[in-house]
């Protein structure tokens, strides 16, 4: 098992979070970092780490705005920025989000991504739709995403169907990924569950991950247990353990 603790502390304009894991040999060692902040019309998030040489060298800046809004419109842009561990820039990816509401209580949501090619340029690369209903005692939120094929058209190549029901403890949420195989066949090769709670300031959140096995059947493959604690000072504190499989039968 390896352990990682979050150190949350929350500002009025900026927060910081910084990660805390474990080496080889027990040692605990500063992790990544997080640092958020407000922008005119928008907010940004920008995480860094400690590079072997000791400095601290950003991997990843992200940008968003509300580009338009009515009553029943939203449409969000996102600006993604990457860098190598040198922390010299690297690829940029745009992603638009727009959202409605439907008269019959259903959310529809497009998602388009470009990134940029090897002269600079940016392409689409992804398109993924969206919709969220009620049903029943639950919610249902169904997902396709699209890629460019090898002749250049959009395909649908991964499938997402969640489900969220409010417990007596708290909510449960199942989600099941398919992908398409060589012969076109969607295949369910991922499933997951999460339960939350919540009681006395104390959340608990708990994460199983299956995937097919050897037989082809889906087996337990990971999972991650989240507590946080709210303290009286307005600062959370946040402990994760995280379980992984390394060999059969052997977490």
Do not use: H
């Not at 640092?35 to 968003?64: H, P």
């Not at 489900?163 to 909510?171: H, I, N």
């Amino acid at each position: 098992m390896r352990a990682l603790c979050l150190m949350m502390t929350c500002g009025a304009l900026a927060w910081a979070q910084t990660g805390y894991t474990y080496d080889i040999n027990g040692r605990r060692v500063e992790g990544p970092r997080a640092v958020s902040g407000k922008l005119d019309g928008g907010s940004y998030k920008v995480e860094s780490a400690r590079s072997i040489n000791g400095r601290v060298t950003a991997l990843e800046r992200v940008e968003e705005r509300v580009i338009e809004q009515d009553g029943s419109r939203r449409v969000v842009e996102r600006f993604i920025r990457r860098y190598d561990p040198n922390g010299n820039p690297g690829q940029t990816e745009k992603v638009r989000i727009e959202e409605r509401k439907n008269p019959d209580g259903a959310t529809a949501t497009e998602t388009l991504t470009w990134r940029e090619d090897i002269n600079g340029r940016l392409q689409l690369a992804e398109r993924a739709r969206g919709e969220t209903r009620p049903a029943g005692d639950a919610v249902r939120s169904d997902l396709s995403i699209e890629r460019p094929s090898p002749n250049g058209a959009f395909e649908t190549v991964e499938k997402r169907s969640t489900t969220e029901r409010k417990t007596t403890q708290g909510v449960r949420q199942e989600t099941v990924t398919w992908r398409r195989d060589a012969g076109g066949r969607f295949n369910e090769a991922l499933r997951q569950v999460t339960e939350r709670t919540e009681q006395n300031g104390r959340a608990t959140e708990n994460q199983a991950e299956y995937e097919p096995g050897p037989a082809g059947r889906l087996e337990l493959t990971s999972q991650t247990v989240s507590r946080s604690l709210k303290n009286a000072d307005g600062s959370e504190r946040t402990e994760l353990d995280v379980y992984r499989v390394w060999a059969p039968g052997r977490p």
